[in-house]
């Protein structure tokens, strides 16, 4: 999922439905409560102001650009697709790639994507260039992400990741693990909302977490609906 930003400094408040508690052990019984919720809680920045909803998860997407949109769909049954659907209705949509592809971004006037890619073997991402000449698409690989990335978002020139249990950031495809063996392991991160460095939030299942990327800090908020 894609959460928005525009703004990096102003008050920043949680909920009061959130409780920071400490986060369990793996494994315990607590553990298995969270990982087996079916509230997800996904987070936005909106004008200073963190906002927490309860979602669907799904990793279908759209991305505009000037004659149509990017659009990523995933079917049970291993048909991930990823393709263009032109605004006009009368072209046909192009496939640009199979695969269970995330997140589409700009960056310097330039599109790239993110897939995920898992097996029994490794998880791991992949970011995209993404070239266009006529109605031909093609892709180069640029970086790879050695863990399932499943939350981004780009604030200025700086990209965001949280992956299934580490928090990264990538400037200029330069690629900084942040915190990894995080708490959040298991609960899926669907979200992040900025505010500034000392205030970044996650939404995932069963609660949020707070990122201090001076201190090197998070915490875990339960909600009181678990």
């Known amino acids: 999922m894609i959460s928005s930003l525009d703004s990096n400094l102003g008050q920043f408040e949680i ?3 959130f409780k920071k508690i400490e986060f369990p052990e ?3 019984d607590k553990w298995y409560f969270l990982n087996s919720s079916n509230l997800e809680y ?6 200073n102001k963190l906002e927490v909803s309860i979602i669907n998860i799904c990793n279908d997407f759209e ?3 000037t004659d149509g949109k990017l659009i990523g769909t995933s079917y049970p049954g291993d048909k991930e697709t990823f393709y263009f659907q032109p605004t006009d209705t009368a072209l046909n949509k192009i496939e640009i790639k199979r695969g269970n592809v995330l997140f589409v971004y700009d960056f310097k006037d ?3 994507f993110i897939e995920s890619i898992e097996s029994e073997i490794y998880q791991k991402g992949i970011i995209y260039k993404l070239d266009r000449l006529g109605n031909e698409f093609t892709y180069n ?3 790879e992400i050695q863990d399932t990335p499943l939350a981004f978002l780009m604030h200025f020139d700086t990209l965001y990741v949280a992956t299934e249990s580490s928090f990264i950031s990538i400037y200029d495809f330069k690629q900084k693990t942040i915190f990894k063996d995080a708490i959040w392991n298991f609960l ?3 979200s992040i909302a900025y505010f500034n460095e000392e205030n970044i939030i996650l939404g995932l299942r069963a609660g949020i977490v707070k ?3 001076k201190a090197l800090t998070t915490d875990y908020f339960e909600s009181e609906d678990n």
């Open 211 to 213: 990122l201090d990327l």
């Open 110 to 112: 330039q599109l790239y």
């Open 141 to 143: 690989k640029v970086l």
């Open 188 to 190: 899926y991160p669907n």
């Open 42 to 47: 996904f987070v936005e920045n909106q004008n």
């Open 26 to 28: 793996m494994g315990s």
């Open 15 to 17: 909920p009061s439905k």
């Open 63 to 65: 991305f505009n650009i």
